[in-house]
Nanobody, 119 residues
């Protein structure tokens, strides 16, 4: 069992920046994908950014060019640098990890951290 713990959320004005961090209680080396999801009130959870084991990244179209995901397998951390924040970025941000555990892939989730962007 691996636990994921997020930090770095908060209240920020539009145009500002925040850096979210996710620390795993164990090694993330074996995780195929690590990512950040968010859920706004009344909306479904959506994938914001994802990074594969070999460093390939994928972003939600609306955050491309503003957010950067990074992964440090040695420190067991996944960070999300968020710049030029907009009110529509508001939501609870969740760290996610996907790992193959026979016979299928398993999702791991953190408890979430609130990000609120004011106009």
């Amino acid at each position: 069992q691996v636990q994921l713990v997020e930090s770095g959320g908060g209240l920020v004005q539009a145009g500002g920046s925040l850096r979210l961090s996710c620390v795993a209680s164990g090694s993330i080396f074996s995780f195929n994908n690590m990512g950040w999801y968010r859920q706004a009130p009344g909306k479904q959870r959506e994938l914001v950014a994802q990074i594969t084991k070999d460093g390939r990244t994928n972003y939600l179209y609306s955050v491309k060019g503003r957010f950067t995901i990074s992964r440090d397998n040695a420190k067991n951390t996944v960070d999300l640098q968020m710049n030029s924040l907009k009110p529509e970025d508001t939501g609870v941000y969740y760290c996610n990890g996907v790992r193959f555990e026979k016979p299928s892939f398993r999702d791991y989730w953190g408890q979430g951290t609130q990000v609120t962007v004011t106009s």
